[in-house]
């Protein structure tokens, strides 16, 4: 038996002069969480289409509970579940259409298929809307629904790619649940994403890719550490104010403030005094912040750190490069060397501090 359940090694990608991976590294346990964090064009989707063998890597190696993804192909996909960042669910069929038809195509028998597509409906929540046209359903349904469908084969390892891009706060936190109690069952999950929060609750260790490698290597608790210990958080009416009290800041304490409109953030490794002092040289200089906050940094924070900017959506599914390559956007069916086309429709259209304001009591 294999150490990891999914490892890469130096993977790297070219498109044309276009260089999606440069040399990633990845080393997965079995029965964890692992996050693999960054913004749209980081190079995220492009590695899981590697490891799941819809896309052949330019360089490296990577193997998925030790089959190698290239030589050993078909044993990858046998082993494997992909929900992709859209619901790739035919929308004209029911649910339990959509659930025998990926029993059959997995190769397993019309009684086997009939039975396991009741039994997912039943586990995410979905039989009221069973025998319903699946274009019916929300953009959370659509997404369980997904999820589903990637497990109708009892798949040891899982990928999700961006799985809750589009969905509201409560489908999210639904599809969480989901993704924690099969983790408690031994499934392995490989979770991109570009929702730091999503990371934080759910992955054992993550990874932070920008640019095509991996900047950063850890646990959650591992990366936040290295931010200092608290956040200072303000808000002011105006750009200039703010510009005028990032100067400041930048005079009076170890840190860079980060400065963004009328927000400036300030790391701070000193406890509460550091806080005084940076208040004080702000009110030596009429400045008051509409809003103040002092939290605990968060992974997005050590994303900015890093990379200078923010893990943040830009546009939903944004491409990467390569999306329109051939079986950019193909469904993996254990089993099937070539895999089986899917569709990929859009998904439906969709930061937690104690703060204090100005003038409240």
Known sequence: MTEFAIEAVGLTKDFGDVKALAGVDLEVAPGTVFGLLGPNGAGKTTAVRILTTVLAPTGGHASVLGHDVVREAAAVRATIGLAGQYAAVDENLTGHENLRMVGRLTHHSKAFARARATELLERFDLVDAANRPVKTYSGG??????????????????????PTTGLDPRSRIELWKVIEELVREGTTVLL??????????????????????VIAHGTPAELKATMGSTVLALTFDEPSQAAQA??????SASKRPRLDGTDVELIVDGGTGVVIDALRALGDADLEPATMALREPSLDDVFL?????RASLDEPG????????????????PGDPKGTTAP??????????ATTSRGAS
């Open 141 to 162: 349904m659509r997404r369980r629904l997904d999820l589903a469908a990637s497990l109708v084969h009892r798949p040891p390892v899982l990928f999700l790619d961006e």
């Open 192 to 213: 991109t994403t570009q929702y730091l929060e999503e990371a934080d609750r759910l992955a054992a260790r993550v990874s932070v890719v920008d640019h095509g490698r």
């Open 246 to 251: 990032a100067g400041i800041l930048e005079r």
């Open 305 to 309: 750190s890093i990379t200078g900017h």
């Open 318 to 333: 944004a491409d990467e490069p390569g999306a329109d390559e051939p079986g950019a956007d193909t469904a993996v069916s």
């Open 344 to 353: 990929s429709p859009p998904p439906d259209s969709p930061r937690h501090v």
